[in-house]
């Protein structure tokens, strides 16, 4: 720890500033683990928040909630973890108590605790014990620092319920929407990827999709159909939040097929389909939000295991104090997964 006992922390005093600050290293409760932060990626909803579009964020606040570290200091009570040891935290406390935690959906729990003063965005974080995900030696902690987003998209692949030589639709490839290619491909499905952007579909066939279409170009309706003998997708993982690519990438599916809203649709807007077709066609519609501490830990398995390769998404390696220009990289969509170096691999 700093001898100073303070840290660089990334303040942001209201939307759309921030600025480097030196404050206090949190204080660590019994069951507490202070994790020295290696790096942190930048996630849509950082953008979001720090631009002021979401009222339930209040200010002000540290951002960053996409984490790996190393173990700093333990509670008095935390026996199982190691000075040094590497870890990828769980940035939200969910209250463990409400409706939606004790009936397996803690995601969507209804007190959750967002750590306003004590986001990624800086050298330490401290969180309980019970958020903690150790990290198997060896692995990247860049690599490690994807387990939240990956931990999210799991919970959409496992909604879509994949078999074995299924055809699943990845519509949008941007870093999320490459996470979800590599999760369908280890549950064994063939994976169509859709995006307008060559770099983007250029990784997705890097990373072993079967087939890679510009829908700018080539119509995807008759690319889904050619490519399916005229049965339609199993499955589609829609990245993009439009209510139009909801309404069209509905009528890709074949009979049985599910489709997952991955994406929030802002500014809001509203649907029109067919209910006859969900009904005669058995499609199922569903969405995902969020992930549990179960998903957490299968996407850190997965990530260990070299079956998603998180780090390859990576396309800008920044030092801390430039994540203003971080936010704006991912705000103007450029490249792909942008991440923050805090501390470095250490």
Not at 104 to 118: A, D, H, I, S, V
Not at 193 to 220: C, H, K
Not at 272 to 287: A, C, K, M
Request: glycine letters at 10%.
């Amino acid at each position: 720890m700093s001898a100073t006992n303070t840290m660089c922390v990334m303040w942001c005093e209201r939307p759309q500033e921030v600025e480097l600050r030196h404050l206090p290293i949190p204080t660590v409760g019994d069951d507490d683990v202070l994790v020295k932060v290696a790096y942190a990626a930048i996630c849509p909803w950082d953008v979001r928040a720090f631009s002021g579009l979401s009222s339930a964020v209040a200010f002000p606040r540290v951002l960053g909630h996409e984490v790996a570290g190393r173990v700093a200091a333990v509670g008095k009570n935390v026996k199982e973890l190691e000075i040094g040891q590497a870890v990828a935290p769980d940035m939200i406390v969910k209250c463990g108590v409400c409706k939606a935690c004790r009936t397996g959906r803690p995601n969507r729990c209804r007190r959750p605790t967002y750590l306003q003063y004590g986001g990624g965005y800086a050298d330490y974080v401290c969180v309980p014990q019970r958020n903690i995900h150790p990290i198997r030696p060896g692995v990247s902690l860049k690599a490690a620092a994807m387990m939240e987003p990956l931990a999210c998209v799991l919970r959409g692949q496992d909604m879509l319920r994949l078999y074995p030589g299924e055809v699943e639709l990845v519509v949008g490839l941007g870093p999320i929407g490459l996470m979800h290619l590599q999760v369908a491909r280890a549950f064994g499905a063939r994976v169509l990827a859709s995006d307008p952007v060559s770099m983007r579909r250029e990784q997705a066939q890097a990373l072993g999709a079967t087939w890679v279409v510009d829908p700018q170009q080539t119509d995807l309706t008759t690319f889904v159909q050619d490519a399916t003998a005229g049965w339609g997708v199993d499955a589609i993982a829609l990245t993009v939040g439009s209510a139009r690519m909801v309404e069209e990438c509905v009528k890709l599916l074949a009979p049985g097929g599910r489709l997952n809203i991955f994406a929030g649709i802002y500014p809001k807007d509203q649907v029109s389909l067919d209910p006859n077709q969900i009904h005669y066609g058995e499609w199922i519609i569903t969405g995902s939000s969020d992930s549990t501490p179960e998903n957490m830990h299968r996407a850190l398995g997965l990530i260990e295991a070299g079956q998603v390769q998180t780090e390859a998404l990576i396309s800008h390696l920044l030092p801390l104090e430039e994540l203003a220009a971080g936010l704006e990289l991912v705000k103007q969509r450029v490249g792909l997964k942008i991440v923050m170096e805090v501390n470095g691999e250490q």
